[in-house]
């Protein structure tokens, strides 16, 4: 019987969530180009908001199939948090450039994102697991939540920003101490 490679679904979900980032910052920040022109600026929020639901979808069940059908590999380990920062960091500063979310909310947001991620990578370079915590998916799906809001314009987005920046934060202070449990020092 040959060795036949199983196609990792999970693995591509994250990836179709790297390629759909971009592609939601371009309708964000791109508004005046010349090829939307004669198309209402809301429109173009409103597909880059459905554009992120989409990605975000695949957050979800790029999770969901690794672990239930143990598919989970180094590679996912690294991409499903990289992709995950692209998605949010693409809606926080499509966000800022639109003027529609505090930019210190922002920057507190991203400074931990990019933190905890490479704390990550550099557990899971040296063996060290430090899986998302139960605390660190709640986070991950408010801000999902409060990006979709802000896109969309209704009430509640901003605070709903404050809320993901105080779980963000609380989220990164976990890891660091799961981090420092675990690593030899």
Not at 2 to 9: C, D, G, L, S, T
Not at 74 to 99: N, R, Y
Not at 147 to 172: C, D, K, N, Q, R
């Amino acid at each position: 019987m040959q060795n036949a490679k199983i196609v990792n679904i999970p693995n591509i979900l994250a990836f179709i969530r790297l390629l759909l980032a971009p592609i939601m910052f371009f309708l964000l920040v791109n508004q005046d180009a010349e090829i939307f022109k004669g198309i209402h600026p809301s429109w173009l929020n409103y597909f880059a908001g459905f554009i992120f639901v989409l990605a975000s979808a695949t957050d979800f069940f790029d999770g969901y199939i690794a672990r239930t059908f143990n598919q989970i590999t180094v590679m996912g380990q690294i991409l499903d948090p990289l992709a995950d920062k692209m998605l949010t960091l693409s809606g926080f500063i499509g966000l800022i450039i639109q003027d529609l979310a505090s930019p210190w909310a922002i920057y507190l947001i991203l400074t931990r994102e990019l933190f905890i991620t490479g704390l990550r990578v550099s557990a899971i370079s040296e063996g060290i697991d430090i899986s998302a915590s139960i605390m660190g998916k709640i986070k991950t799906v408010i801000q999902m939540i409060a990006i979709g809001f802000l896109l969309m314009h209704w009430s509640g987005g901003e605070i709903l920003l404050w809320i993901s920046v105080a779980l963000t934060l609380y989220s990164g202070y976990e890891y660091v101490r799961d981090f420092f449990k675990k690593v030899e020092l």
